[in-house]
């Protein structure tokens, strides 16, 4: 099964997105179809044995619409974006011009009316009479050639959307005046020849065509978070490689990042972008790294470090060898998980999508039911003549005021500068239901290690109770931790070789066996036949072991981890390891404070350190001696009370918790991203970035909700009036020209409210 992204030649509106959904979902090896009118893209998943992108893209195909191909490197679909911005954009270079000269007409009629101008003179008269025709004919079949054809597809396929209004709507102004204009003689006796529409066609497909200009310019900037992204990137790297001869006075080979391999070894210059991830063999540097930690002081980086791609290198030349190329790059994985998210629904736009579903067929009947209307009870009252003036301005301004636009772009467009905004703060968001869930959240869970702490803790106490020297001591501890990834045992271990160095003499870690891990408690392992242990007070208890805890106290108060080395009979003794508090925690935590969220950390750490540390920074609660299995139980616990919870913790040993959570939060660090472990991926593991995230989920939901508002709001008051609804009791019948206008800004609108979030500061 093929799970790919295509962008969409041809959407204009809401109902096309649907028409297409429906048809791909009803074709033989589609499984699940995905239609996004504000990305104007696909998600699809098919059986490429049974159907191609070829063949789907042929089936839509005779409707209007095609499939163009797209990728994290591809400017194809915005070029072309660009081709058709730039084609509407010279059809309003004439119309314009035309509905001016149109709304003039119209004004010199009504103005004249109340004698605030005079009359128009025959000769004026005669000479617009035989000149709109020409306009409006110029501008139905020039400029409004997409909804004519609109019509045209409803007419031979039976699909119709927003065009097919249009065109139905204005193409009937269109032919109705021009009978009048034919046979005015013939007429006379029966219809009023002194109203004619051709004004009402040109000035409603002008302010159509320029509503759409403006809804298409404001997409664009709605999405550039990807194209800012693809821009970080750097197009060529200076390579040296193994058995090549470089030409005298050159330092290395140019080529494309796209014939960049593993193994490479790469130079780096100052002022330049470095092109894929990888470790430096040589040389010390200074990078800035903004774009993926939000960092604005350069990191210096030495042999050994990480360096990724995109980040700028600052100072210093230095070589380094590539390790991740091509889509492995953590710029290529934000890149679609940026792309992804922008792409996804939220819960909250399902009411949107069903009512975009039916809007087109029941605004046709509404459209016909007025008019209807119109010549069966106004013919009485009015007479036939101006029940029928009255009646086609309400089928056209029906029609034309419709719009399932602002209600299909009220959701995705606000997602996608949410997420837009949320890349370039260093916060991934996988989806959009993560982000609408994030909004809900009142409490979180969060990790000590890594979390609210540094994650580098560092060995500061040696107590060592046996007949073993301090160097013996620390080897056999080291030697178990060596097998552990957990940041206690790091520090344990680089103490060991810093003694190493500074004794100079090898601290060597001894060979063990029958080595094991104790969940949430420690390790056990052999060395020279003896059996160790090396763990928290609970595995010494579990090990029935006599060892007054209450000794470890004057430590664990200062929020130090004991780590306990023994036998299976007795303690040889004890080293504490201490993890500094994050500069940002703090601050954190009164924010979401603030927000009304609480914050309880759950540990696998000693309850006294744990308190210490939660004192310092404000947290509510603290849970200690707790195992991967009891954070996820707890976190169950909370959600059968009614809590809506987001856990943040490193994305691997916390795996469980994250997935049980109602947002997971992964606390990313560097290019150890674990993007694909949560819904929210913090990078460089910054703490402050959560009540960052929280805010962008409070700002975009906000915005969506007043986007729906005003969607449903206009259609609601929008199509009565133009039905003329309210007619018999206020005297009030919207011109289509008016609803033109409207229709047009309500999709703007909608876009530049959800532009409003790019500005906002988190």
């Known amino acids: 099964m093929i799970n790919q992204t295509y962008k969409i030649k041809g959407m204009h509106c809401a109902s096309c997105a649907g028409i297409i959904e429906r048809v791909f979902k009803k074709t033989e ?36 619409y095609s499939l163009v191909a797209t990728g994290a490197e591809e400017t194809q679909p915005k070029n072309l974006k660009l081709l058709e911005l730039s ?80 065109g139905l709507g204005t193409i009937s102004a269109y032919l109705y005046s021009f009978i009048i204009f034919a046979f005015t003689d013939l007429l006379k006796p029966y219809l009023n020849v002194g109203s004619t529409y051709f004004d009402v066609t040109i000035v409603v497909i002008t302010f159509i065509t320029l509503g759409k200009y403006l809804e298409a310019r404001s997409k664009i900037k709605t999405g550039d978070a990807i194209e800012k992204l693809l821009n970080l990137g750097a197009k060529t790297a200076l390579v040296v490689r193994e058995g090549k001869d470089l030409p005298t006075g050159q330092a290395g080979i140019e080529i494309s990042i796209n014939e960049v391999v593993h193994g490479d070894f790469i130079i780096v210059k100052p002022g330049t972008k470095i092109p894929v991830d990888g470790v430096i063999t040589e040389g010390t540097s200074y990078i800035d790294e903004s774009m993926i930690t939000g960092e604005p002081m350069p990191a210096q980086k030495k042999i050994g470090d990480t360096v990724v791609a995109g980040t700028i290198n600052t100072s210093g030349s230095f070589i380094f060898k590539a390790t991740k190329v091509g889509s492995e790059t953590m710029l290529a994985q934000i890149i679609k998980m940026v792309e992804e998210a922008e792409g996804s629904r939220a819960p909250i736009q399902a009411l949107a999508d069903k009512i975009s579903a039916i809007f087109v067929p029941v605004v ?39 719009c399932p636009c602002a209600l299909g772009l009220a959701t995705p467009t606000a997602i996608i500068v949410g997420v837009g905004k949320g890349a370039k ?40 109770l046996s007949d073993f020297s301090e160097q013996e001591f620390i080897s056999i501890i080291a030697t178990l931790e060596n097998k552990s990834e957990h940041p206690i045992a790091h520090a344990i271990t680089n103490y060991a070789k810093d003694l190493s160095a500074q004794a100079g003499n090898n601290i060597s870690t001894l060979s063990v066996s029958d080595f094991s891990n104790i969940e949430g408690k420690g390790l056990r392992g052999k060395i020279n036949n003896i059996e160790y242990f090396v763990g928290n007070a609970k595995l010494i208890k579990d090990l029935n072991i006599n060892f007054d805890t209450s000794t470890l106290e004057q430590y664990t108060r200062q929020g130090k981890t004991p780590v306990i080395l023994a036998t299976a009979k007795e303690v040889l003794g004890f080293v504490m390891v201490s993890d500094e508090v994050k500069e940002e925690s703090k601050l954190a935590i009164l924010d979401l404070h603030k927000l009304g969220i609480k914050v309880i950390m759950v540990t696998g750490d000693d309850a006294k350190a744990a308190n210490y540390i939660a004192t310092l920074v404000g947290i509510d609660e603290v849970v200690a001696h707790v195992l991967p299995k009891d954070k996820l139980e707890k976190i169950k616990e909370l959600q059968l009370s009614g809590k809506i919870v987001a856990m943040a913790g490193d994305g691997v040993n916390d795996a469980p918790a994250l997935a049980q959570a109602d947002v997971g939060i992964a606390m990313g660090t560097g290019t150890d991203v674990a993007i694909e472990s949560a819904g929210i991926t913090l990078l460089h593991g910054d703490i402050s970035k959560l009540v960052k995230a929280i805010k962008l989920s409070k700002m975009t939901m906000r915005g969506i909700k007043q986007n729906l508002f005003w969607a449903f709001f206009y259609n609601i008051i929008g199509i009565p009036l133009a039905g003329g609804l309210f007619y018999p009791i206020f005297g009030w019948l919207l011109n289509p020209v008016f609803a033109g206008f409207a229709m047009a800004m309500s999709s703007v609108s909608v876009v530049s409210n959800s532009l409003r979030i790019k500005a906002k500061k988190l």
């Open 29 to 64: 090896g589609v499984s699940s179809a995905e239609v996004n009118y504000a990305t104007e893209a696909t998600k699809v998943s098919f059986d490429e044995t049974k159907t191609s992108p070829e063949k789907l893209s042929k089936k839509i195909e005779h409707l209007g």
């Open 87 to 166: 084609d509407m954009k010279k059809k309003l270079i004439t119309a314009i011009p035309l509905a001016v000269i149109s709304i003039l007409i119209m004004a010199w009629d009504i103005l004249s009316l109340y004698k605030v101008v005079p009359m128009m003179s025959d000769t004026i008269k005669t000479f617009f009479n035989h000149l709109l025709p020409l306009m409006a004919t110029y501008t139905l079949f020039v400029v409004g050639k997409p909804y004519l054809l609109g019509f045209y597809r409803f007419l031979r396929y039976g699909k119709a959307n927003m065009d097919t209004l249009i």
């Open 364 to 402: 046709l009947v509404v459209a016909f039911v007025a008019l209807g209307a119109w010549l069966l009870f106004g013919s009485s009252t009015l007479g036939f003549a101006q029940a029928l003036s009255y009646g086609l301005m309400s089928f056209v301004g029906v029609l034309v005021i419709a």
């Open 425 to 464: 703060e260093g916060i991934l968001i996988k989806d959009a239901a993560t982000l609408e869930k994030l909004h809900k959240v009142n409490t979180v869970i969060v990790d000590k290690t890594g979390t609210i702490t540094k994650g580098k803790p560092t060995l500061v106490d040696i107590k060592n």
